[in-house]
């Protein structure tokens, strides 16, 4: 019986790859060929004052860019009978496309989307009160001082890059993908990423929250800092040029923590398996453990404030530039 199945199953690989070879031939290696969707350019334009933006993408990327000009445009490339519906009411201009439930016959008929969708929004810089930003599958692009008091973005599988953005409270998700952040001003940010990299340099925020479950964690030259937090379950996490005038905390489950020309009146950095780096900008009282690893701390000066660190696997070496 199981003899029997085996030889059905390389049958059908066998039908489904010599497919694939006559279709490569017959669209000359072209992949896109496969795609049978009709693609379709639309343009809207706005007068209306704007003060919210809610954009729900599934399978476009989103780009947001700044305009001198004092009309909002928004242009599609999209798929003929998956449009977008957009709508500017109460001062909230409202982006959201078609949900994609496709069949495995849809799939059949039209092939996978192999070319380009894109949502691209020339907004003007200025305050906005809220935004809320969502794209299933897609990366998402947001380039410009915009004033926004709330702002959030979340891509479920794609990148996400933030430039230049001002924001009372922000929040930017990524569920898998590599998410960047760059220059701009927060009063608080929160950064989650689950799986894939993080990035963020050159901007200002009071408290930085950033969390990553699998990937790289990058921060530096963070200024007007007073607190910032960092977790990351398994990766390497790196903070470099960064003076918080209240708490530096770190943790770690898998990887190495390391700090260069940073500091704080409380330094906290806990790993499960992994050394700890650090090289500080003042000297601290040091409490520090490792179950397994070396020691190198130099001597307390408690006048500079308080640093602990502690590992279960993994050496410590800490230094004062």
Same mark, same amino acid.
């Given at each position: 019986?199981?003899?029997?199945?085996?030889?059905?199953?390389?049958?059908?690989?066998? #039908?489904?790859?010599?497919?694939?070879? #006559?279709?490569?031939?017959?669209?000359?290696?072209?992949?896109?060929?496969?795609?049978?969707? &009709?693609?379709?350019?639309? !343009?809207?334009?706005? =007068?209306? !004052?704007?003060?919210?933006?809610?954009?729900?993408? @599934?399978?476009?990327? /989103? !780009?947001?860019?700044?305009?001198?000009?004092?009309?909002?445009?928004?242009?599609?490339?999209?798929?003929?009978?998956?449009? @977008?519906?957009?709508?500017? +009411? !109460?001062?909230? *201009?409202?982006?959201? =496309?078609?949900?994609?439930? /496709?069949?495995?016959?849809?799939?059949?008929?039209?092939?996978?989307? *192999?070319?380009?969708?894109?949502?691209?929004?020339?907004?003007?810089?200025? &305050?906005?009160?809220?935004?809320?930003?969502?794209?299933?599958? %897609?990366?998402?692009?947001?380039?410009?001082?915009?004033?926004?008091?709330?702002?959030?973005?979340?891509?479920?599988? %794609?990148?996400?890059? $933030?430039?230049?953005?001002?924001?009372?409270?922000?929040?930017?998700?990524?569920?898998?993908?590599? *998410?960047?952040?760059?220059?701009?001003?927060?009063?608080?940010?929160?950064?989650?990423?689950?799986?894939?990299?993080?990035?963020?340099?050159?901007?200002?925020?009071?408290?930085?929250? $950033?969390? =990553?479950?699998?990937?790289?964690?990058?921060?530096?030259?963070?200024?007007?800092?007073?607190?910032?937090?960092?977790?990351?379950?398994?990766?390497?996490?790196? #903070?470099?040029? $960064?003076?918080?005038?209240? /708490?530096?905390?770190?943790?770690?489950?898998?990887?190495?923590?390391?700090?260069?020309?940073?500091?704080?009146?409380?330094? +906290?950095?806990?790993?499960?398996?992994?050394?700890?780096?650090?090289?500080?900008?003042?000297?601290?009282?040091?409490?520090?453990?490792?179950?397994?690893?070396?020691?190198?701390?130099?001597? +307390?000066?408690? =006048?500079?404030?308080? *640093?602990?660190?502690?590992?279960?696997?993994?050496?410590?070496?800490?230094?004062?530039?």
């Amino acid at each position: 019986m199981k003899k029997g199945l085996l030889i059905t199953a390389l049958v059908i690989l066998g #039908i489904g790859a010599a497919g694939v070879g #006559i279709g490569l031939a017959l669209t000359k290696g072209n992949f896109k060929a496969f795609d049978r969707h &009709e693609y379709v350019t639309n !343009e809207v334009e706005f =007068e209306g !004052e704007i003060t919210n933006l809610k954009i729900d993408e @599934h399978v476009s990327a /989103l !780009e947001i860019v700044e305009t001198e000009e004092t009309k909002t445009k928004i242009v599609l490339k999209e798929i003929a009978d998956h449009k @977008h519906t957009v709508t500017l +009411n !109460e001062g909230t *201009l409202s982006i959201s =496309e078609a949900d994609w439930n /496709l069949g495995f016959f849809d799939w059949f008929k039209y092939g996978p989307i *192999l070319n380009e969708v894109k949502t691209t929004v020339y907004l003007p810089v200025k &305050e906005y009160n809220e935004w809320k930003i969502s794209d299933n599958t %897609g990366a998402i692009k947001i380039d410009g001082a915009y004033n926004v008091t709330n702002f959030k973005a979340e891509v479920n599988t %794609g990148a996400a890059m $933030v430039k230049d953005v001002i924001a009372k409270d922000a929040i930017v998700k990524c569920d898998t993908g590599s *998410l960047m952040m760059s220059g701009g001003k927060y009063d608080t940010l929160t950064v989650e990423n689950n799986t894939g990299s993080i990035s963020i340099s050159d901007l200002t925020s009071a408290y930085l929250s $950033v969390s =990553e479950d699998t990937g790289s964690l990058k921060i530096s030259k963070i200024s007007g800092c007073n607190t910032l937090k960092t977790e990351n379950d398994t990766g390497s996490t790196r #903070i470099e040029d $960064v003076v918080a005038t209240n /708490l530096i905390d770190s943790e770690s489950d898998t990887g190495s923590i390391t700090l260069v020309a940073c500091d704080a009146p409380t330094i +906290n950095l806990r790993n499960g398996t992994g050394s700890i780096r650090a090289e500080l900008l003042s000297g601290k009282s040091y409490n520090v453990k490792s179950s397994t690893g070396s020691i190198n701390v130099p001597d +307390n000066y408690p =006048e500079g404030g308080s *640093l602990t660190a502690k590992t279960s696997t993994g050496s410590i070496r800490i230094t004062v530039k």
